[in-house]
C-alpha cells in the first residue's frame, strides 16, 4: 500500500483577506474556494467548492473588526464544515485571538472569555491552533491541543533599525507591568534602554498612568503594546512621555484593533508614528499618515509551512530560544 500524498488547503475568513492572500502567495499557493453568506436574518453559511478531504486545511481568520462575534461564528462554522468534510486536521490561523484581554476573574462574577472561546474553537473540530502575541501567554494553557504562539517582535525590531532607531538614546517603554517583560524583549532586541509605566483603569475601557519607571528625559521613546484599541492608554501614556521630556515618540502594536475612536486618535497623535501589523486591516486611506502598517504574513508562511512539513517554529516564538 502506498502513503497517502499529503496536500494543503488554506481559506480566509471573511475578516482580512488582504492578509490572507499575502500569506498564500508567500506559500507559493492559491487561497481555497470557500463559499461564505449571511441567512435574511443574520446567521452564517459556509460550504467548501472545493474537496478537503484527506486535505492538512488552514483556516485564516482575525477575531476583530466591526461584528467580532461574527468572525468567531464564521471561524466555528468553517472549522466544522472541514471537519464533516473529512480533512485530516484542522489548524485555526487566527491573526487577532478575540476575547483574549477577559484571561482571568479580575472582579467576582465575571466570565472568563478567553477560556470560552478555546472551548468553542476546541469543540468546533480544530485540532491546532496558530496566534500571535496573544494578551497574556497563559492563553495557550487554555487549550488541550498544540498552539504555534508567534510574535511579531522580531518584525517591529527590525523597521526600526531600518530607521535607524537602536542604541544609545532610544528607550523602549511599557505601557503598563503586564507588557514590561516583551518590552524587555524588543529594548534587547535594539540595544536600548527601557522604562516601565503602571497603568490603572478607574473605569471600563478608561486608563490613567499613576507611575513611570525609567529615565525617558532627552530620548527617543518607542512605546510598545500588544494592541490598540480605543486608544485611552496610548494617549494616556504619551502624555506622560511628552511631560516626562521625551525628544520623540514612536508607538508601536501588533494588533490595530482601533474600535471606537481609537483610529481617529491615533491618526491625530502627536507622535513621529504608529507603527501596527497586519493582523487587523487597517483603512487605506488612513496609512498615508502617521499610522503605518507592517506585514505578519511571510512570518506566518513559515510557520504554516513548517508545520505542515513537520518542521521545527521554535525560532519564530522566540528567536532567543530556539533549539
Do not use: W
Amino acid at each position: 500500500m502506498t502513503e497517502m500524498q499529503k496536500s494543503m488547503a488554506v481559506f480566509s475568513g471573511s475578516v482580512n483577506p488582504e492578509l490572507a492572500h499575502k500569506i498564500a502567495s508567500a506559500l507559493d499557493t492559491d487561497l481555497g474556494n470557500v463559499r461564505l453568506e449571511k441567512f435574511a436574518n443574520g446567521e452564517i453559511y459556509a460550504r467548501y467548492l472545493e474537496s478537503v478531504r484527506g486535505a492538512d486545511v488552514f483556516l485564516i481568520q482575525s477575531v476583530a473588526g466591526e461584528h467580532v462575534n461574527d468572525a468567531l461564528m464564521e471561524l466555528l462554522i468553517m472549522a466544522d464544515a472541514a471537519k464533516r468534510a473529512s480533512a485530516r486536521t484542522i489548524t485555526a490561523v487566527v491573526t487577532h485571538y478575540g476575547y483574549s484581554r477577559q484571561d482571568r476573574k479580575a472582579a467576582a462574577r465575571e466570565p472568563i472569555t478567553a477560556k470560552l472561546v478555546a472551548n468553542l474553537i476546541t469543540t468546533a473540530g480544530v485540532n491546532r491552533v496558530m496566534s500571535i502575541d496573544l494578551h497574556q501567554g497563559q492563553i495557550q494553557g487554555f487549550f488541550d491541543m498544540p498552539v504555534d504562539h508567534l510574535t511579531a517582535l522580531p518584525i517591529l525590531a527590525d523597521y526600526f533599525k531600518s530607521k535607524g532607531l537602536e542604541g544609545e538614546g532610544v528607550c523602549v517603554v511599557s505601557p503598563d507591568v503586564g507588557r514590561a517583560k516583551a518590552a524587555k524583549k524588543l529594548s534587547d532586541m535594539l540595544d536600548a534602554d527601557l522604562a516601565i509605566m503602571h497603568k490603572g483603569r478607574p473605569g471600563h475601557n478608561k486608563a490613567e498612568i499613576t507611575a513611570l519607571i525609567g529615565d525617558v528625559d532627552g530620548k527617543i521613546c518607542i512605546l510598545n503594546d500588544d494592541m490598540i484599541d480605543t486608544g485611552g492608554s496610548v494617549v494616556a501614556a504619551v502624555e506622560t512621555l511628552k511631560n516626562k521630556g521625551a525628544k520623540a515618540i514612536y508607538v508601536c502594536a501588533t494588533h490595530p484593533v482601533f474600535s471606537g475612536p481609537g483610529l481617529e486618535r491615533m491618526a491625530n497623535l502627536p507622535v513621529e508614528e504608529v507603527v501596527v501589523c497586519d493582523t487587523i486591516p487597517v483603512p487605506l486611506e488612513y496609512q498615508t499618515g502617521k499610522i503605518k502598517v507592517v506585514s505578519v504574513a511571510p512570518l506566518f508562511a513559515r510557520a504554516i509551512a513548517n508545520v505542515y512539513n513537520n518542521g521545527s517554529v521554535s525560532d519564530l516564538f522566540d528567536p532567543d530560544f530556539a533549539l
